[in-house]
């Protein structure tokens, strides 16, 4: 009878929560635009690094 109890009293605290707020996404900052074009800059680097040691027979 004692597992039924904790049930019953356990089902109302589950069903009263709260609705879920969706994260608002965060506006782009100058600092990540900045990395992210040095990151892009790195890999086209990387990319035709890549291409001359490959293309070299």
Do not use: Y
Request: charged content about 15%.
């Amino acid at each position: 009878m004692k597992p039924i109890l904790a049930v019953a009293l356990t089902l109302p605290s589950t069903a009263i929560a709260e609705a879920f707020d969706r994260p608002i996404p965060q506006p782009q900052t100058d600092t990540a635009e900045l990395w992210f074009f040095v990151g892009s800059i790195a890999l086209i680097l990387a990319l035709v690094a890549v291409q001359m040691l490959v293309s070299r027979r």
